[in-house]
């Protein structure tokens, strides 16, 4: 699948901050924990960025997740609330659907989302792996997570924390969406 408008705009924006700050490639994938083939593959527009990396990103060159996201900067400092339904989507992964909860607070140092995981009956696993830590919590449906070799079904209040650098599938089970909280830290 070609990328998106919005996956080349997010490309160029990290290239063109690499630039301004005058990291090398090589020099931004070891700061932030990703492989150097990777960081071009996202920089080049050409496959999927993970909200991930552009969270260790942003931690890394000092910016907001926001502007990377969106091209402009976050301005609240003291709250940013977010009224139900009216998170900033985020296409990032095909299979999932992501609203960020924190898009409007300046430097904030983790990002919670509304994930929505849609049921699909022929459903293949995508692992994803990154560095940091990552706290789901059920809302609604019923959700199969697969950490490396484990197999868990988590359901709504279930609680799951874990090492994000774990390979990591996620799908909705019973023929219905599953939705979470997600915190990336």
Do not use: W
């Not at 931004?28 to 924990?33: D, E, H, S």
């Not at 209040?157 to 909705?172: G, N, Q, V």
């Amino acid at each position: 699948m070609a990328p998106d408008n919005h996956t080349r705009e997010i490309a160029a924006r990290l290239k063109g901050l690499r630039d301004a700050l005058d990291i090398s490639i090589e020099d931004l994938a070891a700061r932030t924990g990703y492989g150097v083939d990777e960081a071009r593959s996202y920089e080049e527009g050409e496959t999927d960025i993970p909200v991930s990396y552009l969270f260790e990103v942003a931690k890394t060159c000092n910016v907001d997740l926001t502007a990377l996201l969106t091209g402009d900067e976050a301005h609240l400092k003291s709250y940013s609330l977010v009224r139900a339904g009216q998170g900033l989507s985020v296409e990032r992964r095909k299979a999932y659907h992501y609203k960020s909860l924190a898009y409007r607070f300046f430097r904030n140092s983790m990002e919670p989302f509304i994930v929505t995981v849609p049921y699909a009956d022929d459903a293949e696993r995508s692992f994803n792996s990154h560095p940091g830590e990552e706290f789901i919590y059920m809302l609604e449906g019923k959700l199969e997570i697969v950490l490396d070799d484990d197999v868990l079904i988590m359901e709504p209040h279930d609680c799951l924390y874990f090492d994000s650098k774990t390979p990591h599938a996620l799908r909705a089970l019973d023929g219905k969406d599953a939705m979470f909280l997600d915190v990336i830290i």
